[in-house]
């Protein structure tokens, strides 16, 4: 089906390619990126009122653009890769541009995240960081926290502070406190430092943990070895 904004499948299948567009996948994603200002180039779903619907019931301060197009099922099926989404609703957005060091001069706390392995904890990760109010997210390694799994695990949430990914972490001129399992279980985190969290089996690698000036740790209960990744956020940022 094509509009005055184009064929909205080629939308999705050229958003696939590109690293200037962002994938929200569900009622979610959009509803968050929506509320934070996002740039929506097209959004498919294969029943319109439905999607309205529930967005309403969801978000009632949320709308769905002019841009959204009720597709068939056989475009349905193409656009998602066959897959079955948490809503009938597909979204192609402008990726932000944002550098590593935009996210390190942003206030409040900033959550850096060393080697996440799996891309839905990576995206919890920044959900939890927004819902905090941290002043941003860094990934340092391969893992692209604006992945489609990553967003719909954050549930669009990047749009809502800073996210950037790096190779390495820049030089900074601010606090750095380190999570690790050897660290002071009673030390806290100051309300503008960087956070560094390493993997769940690893931890931080020591060249990075060697950047902190202090080394905290999450109180566990014995026998107890390691925290989901966005647990671990969760408890630094309201605990500490």
């Known amino acids: 089906m094509a509009s ?12 696939r ?16 990126a929506r509320r934070f200002g996002a740039d929506i180039e097209v959004v498919l779903t294969p029943d319109r ?30 656009a998602t890769l066959g897959r079955e989404l948490p809503s009938p609703c597909l979204a192609v957005a ?15 706390r900033i959550v850096v995240l060393e080697a996440p392995r799996h ?11 927004a819902a905090a109010s941290a002043g941003g997210v860094l990934v340092l390694g391969e ?7 990553a967003v719909r695990a954050a549930a669009g949430l990047q749009f809502a502070l800073p996210v950037a990914r790096a190779d390495a972490l820049p030089v ?21 430092a960087i956070v560094l969290f390493g993997t769940e089996r690893g931890g931080l690698t020591p060249a990075l943990r060697s950047r902190a000036g202090a080394t905290i740790a999450i109180p566990m209960r014995a026998g107890v070895s390691s925290l989901n990744l966005a647990t671990a956020v969760a408890a630094t940022l309201y605990g500490r």
């Not at 990726?95 to 060091?101: E, F, L, W």
């Not at 893992?143 to 799994?149: M, Q, S």
Request: aromatic share 2%; no cysteine; hydrophobic share 45%.
């Open 49 to 78: 009122t439905a999607a309205a619907r529930l967005l309403e019931d969801l978000a009632p301060d949320v709308t769905l653009p002019d841009v959204t197009a009720e597709v068939d099922h056989a475009t349905w099926e193409a």
């Open 143 to 149: 893992a692209d926290p604006w992945h489609p799994t």
């Open 94 to 108: 402008r990726r932000p541009i944002v550098s590593a060091t935009d996210v390190l001069s942003a206030a409040g």
């Open 172 to 192: 900074i001129d601010r606090a750095v406190v380190a999570l690790d399992a050897g660290g002071d279980p009673s030390g806290r985190v100051p309300p503008d």
């Open 17 to 32: 390619r590109s690293s200037g567009r962002v994938l929200l996948e569900g009622i979610h994603a959009l509803k968050h």
């Open 4 to 15: 005055a904004y184009g064929a909205p499948l080629e939308r999705v299948r050229a958003a």
């Open 119 to 129: 891309l839905g904890n990576l995206g919890a990760a920044v959900r939890v960081a």
